[in-house]
Nanobody, 128 residues
């Protein structure tokens, strides 16, 4: 059974850092593109960062929303079946529930409808 489990959320002060983990099981991580999404109360879910499938010319390519470019980094550790989202210089507007998702598509995207499998989410709160 394909599963994704997020962890690493919490309360952090503005300017601080957090690293979220998306631990997967039931499938070969390298064969899926992984996306990180977030949803704040009263707002739609938005794509944050994603990493494409491994292998091939564009394998492992990454994309980030403009709002997090230069602050967030996504990476994959295939040996640990885990995808990480390193978040630096956090702002109050980064406060949201963060979800990871998987798609068999080669390239990742920031559109939730492209993803077939979802984790349960982890809460990130940026506040002083």
């Amino acid at each position: 059974q394909l599963q994704l489990v997020e962890s690493g959320g919490g309360l952090v002060q503005p300017g601080g850092s957090l690293r979220l983990s998306c631990t997967t099981s039931g499938f070969t991580l390298d064969s899926y593109a992984i996306g990180w999404f977030r949803q704040a109360p009263g707002k739609e879910r938005e794509g944050v960062s994603c990493i494409s499938r491994s292998g091939g010319r564009s394998g492992g390519s990454t994309n980030h929303a403009d709002s997090v470019k230069g602050r967030f980094t996504i990476s994959r550790d295939s040996a640990k079946n885990t995808v990480y989202l390193q978040m630096n210089s956090l702002k109050p507007e980064d406060t949201a529930a963060y979800y990871c998702a998987a798609t068999f598509n080669y390239f990742c995207s920031g559109y939730s409808f492209d993803y077939n499998y979802w984790g349960q989410g982890t809460q990130v709160t940026v506040s002083s």
